[in-house]
């Protein structure tokens, strides 16, 4: 079984999935995180990150795993982890360009794909895309200024810079984002994080 959770940059699809899956007692996989992972090898390696083919040169040199934990998801480059320096600003900055890549997404898709059921997973276009046959479709929204001022707890930038770059990041994505016709789409703006996840728990256990 897969629940796939959808929706825009600081919506809570990381927190709202890890949610439902530690009470379903399975994994939430999250896939923003590979997409870090590729923009982080990009920028450590000194490339151009529009320059997809040498990315994606680089990325198939470079073992990247993403372990799909419920109380949290690890990503390893070979024996090293990376997960903590993946939500940097530099990272958020670049991410959009290298998302963009249908190489990438390529990369990115193929190793979703290979994931044991059952589990959550998160990010973009796991309901369209990723997943389209996934028995239970979310697809989260809320507000830029709720989203800006939930994120100003884990950035150190102002709410109106933080606010700026989300916008710019859901036009940049705008290619990748469009709920499923068969999701139901929440706008958690109103909702506490514990109300979003029993609303996600009750539809899926009908
Ligand atoms: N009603 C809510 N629904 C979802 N997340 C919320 C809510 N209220 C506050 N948050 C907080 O918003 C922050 C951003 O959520 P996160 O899961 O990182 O989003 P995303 O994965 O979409 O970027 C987290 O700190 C989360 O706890
Ligand atoms: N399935 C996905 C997941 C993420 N992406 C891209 C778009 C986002 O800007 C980045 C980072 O996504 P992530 O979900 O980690 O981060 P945010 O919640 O947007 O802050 O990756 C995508 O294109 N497709």
Not at 21 to 26: F, H, K, R
Not at 42 to 48: A, H, K, P, R, V
């Amino acid at each position: 079984m897969i629940v796939t959770i959808d929706g825009v940059a600081a919506s809570g699809k990381s927190s709202v999935s890890g949610g439902v899956a530690q009470a379903l007692g399975i994994p939430y996989v999250s896939s923003g995180l590979l997409y870090r992972a590729a923009t982080l090898l990009g920028l450590e390696g000194g490339l151009d990150l529009q320059d997809a083919p040498r990315l994606l040169d680089h990325l198939r040199a470079h073992p990247v795993r993403l372990e799909p934990l419920a109380a949290g998801n690890r990503v390893w480059l070979g024996e090293q982890e990376i997960t903590d320096r993946l939500h940097s600003t530099r990272i958020d900055r670049g991410v959009s360009v290298v998302a963009a890549h249908p190489a990438v997404r390529a990369w990115v898709d193929e190793q979703l794909r290979a994931l044991p059921e059952p589990f959550v997973a998160e990010g973009r276009d796991m309901g369209t895309n990723v997943f389209p046959h996934a028995p239970h479709k979310f697809y989260l929204t809320a507000s830029a200024r709720i989203r800006a001022e939930r994120r100003s707890q884990e950035r150190p930038e102002n709410i109106p810079e933080i606010e700026a770059a989300l916008l710019r990041r859901d036009e940049l994505d705008r290619g990748q984002i469009a709920p499923a016709p068969d999701a139901r789409v929440l706008d958690t703006g109103p909702m506490t994080l514990d109300q979003v996840i029993q609303t996600i728990l009750a539809d899926i256990r009908g």
